[in-house]
């Protein structure tokens, strides 16, 4: 028997009220739960660097413990190796609750010297740490430095005679690890050339074109540029120990004479404006996302190490790397701004 017409628009209003109730209730959910709602992801700096790799990293692990969620968006905002990004969230011109931007132990390293401007490390939020990366000392394939002794030999010839390319500046984390390089030489690291570049990406360019000798920079990223082919050639790791994966079969600083240990942990911020209820939302998020079963086969897709940390543990971390990157600025003789 027939359905009346009648009955079936009734039928079919009733069901796009129950449709429009769940699209409401749905919205209302995310607008509550920033975590469960569109967002993004800055990248404060140029394509290709390890902000890059986090951001991707955060959409990916996201993605997996709430499929339901949209994909995290990813923006680039470069400008002085994340100090545009910061001043901008500190100063409430960029954020919101659905506004996450990527930090590394480089960002730390700024914070420390003031290099971010007047703003101390409490103008943001720390949501969570993703993994770590270490430095890597790289060259070009077809560079004479073999071993990382030759490199240091050339050095004590003279600091001049090679040209270091990183990302960032005097003071940056490239720069440090360039500069820690000349002093186990036994030369004055204020007397090397180094030559900066707006993020890792850039600087690996540089060095696939010889225009550098050298990249003090990071293993994910230089591994990154490998894999797409770039004619590069890892020296040395800087790990306390031999690391696994592609690392494998790369010497750490240490086992080649060198006492140069430098770990790069990479993680997300916000704004310190955002209410409390988004603050937990990001921290339980991707406190569950760093604990799922498959974050470890994704954290090591992505080039990293275990490192996870979110709230309070988090915020001891900031503190102390903090103080000891002062210390290091001070033994370097880098200048420091009180915020």
């Known amino acids: 028997m027939p359905i009346p017409t009648a009955t079936r628009r009734h039928a079919l209003r009733a069901l796009s009220a129950l449709l429009l109730l769940a699209s409401l209730r749905a919205a209302e959910a995310s607008a509550g739960d920033p975590s469960e709602a569109a967002a993004d992801c800055i990248i404060p700096a140029k394509a290709g660097g390890g902000f890059d790799l986090t951001c991707a990293l955060a959409r990916d692990a996201l993605q997996a413990v709430r499929p339901a969620r949209p994909p995290l968006g990813q923006r680039y905002l470069p400008g002085g190796i994340g100090a545009v990004a910061f001043d901008r969230i500190a100063t409430g ?7 996450l931007v990527a930090f ?18 409490s103008a943001v939020r720390w949501i969570a740490t993703l993994g770590t990366d270490y430095g890597v000392i790289a060259v070009h394939r077809d560079s004479p430095y073999r071993q990382l002794q030759d490199l240091i030999a050339v050095l004590r010839q003279g600091p001049s005679r090679v040209a270091f390319g990183a990302g960032g500046t005097v003071g940056s984390q490239d720069w440090v690890k360039a500069a820690l390089l000349v ?38 990223e230089a591994l990154q540029a490998i894999a797409g082919g770039a004619a590069v050639r890892l020296l040395a790791v800087l790990s306390e120990a031999r690391l696994g994966g592609a690392l494998a079969g790369v010497p750490t600083a240490r086992e080649q004479g060198v006492d140069i240990v430098w770990p790069t942990v990479r993680g997300l911020y916000l704004s310190a404006s955002v209410p409390e209820a988004a603050v937990r939302a990001w921290t339980v998020a991707f406190a569950e996302a760093t604990a799922a079963p498959g974050y470890a086969a994704l954290r090591e897709r992505h080039s990293l190490y275990p490192f996870a940390l979110t709230g309070a543990a988090l915020d001891d971390y900031v503190q102390a790397r903090i103080k000891t990157y002062q210390a290091l600025a001070d033994e370097l003789g880098l200048r420091r701004w009180k915020p």
């Open 93 to 99: 011109r960029l954020g919101g609750p659905g506004t």
């Open 183 to 220: 002093r186990a030489a036994g030369r004055d690291h204020k007397a090397m050339r180094f030559v900066s570049f707006e993020g890792g990406g850039d600087a690996l360019g540089a060095l696939q074109g010889k225009h550098v000798d050298v990249f003090p920079g990071d293993a994910a």
């Open 104 to 121: 590394s132990s480089g960002s730390l390293l700024n914070l420390a010297q003031g290099r971010f401007g007047p703003h101390p490390p």
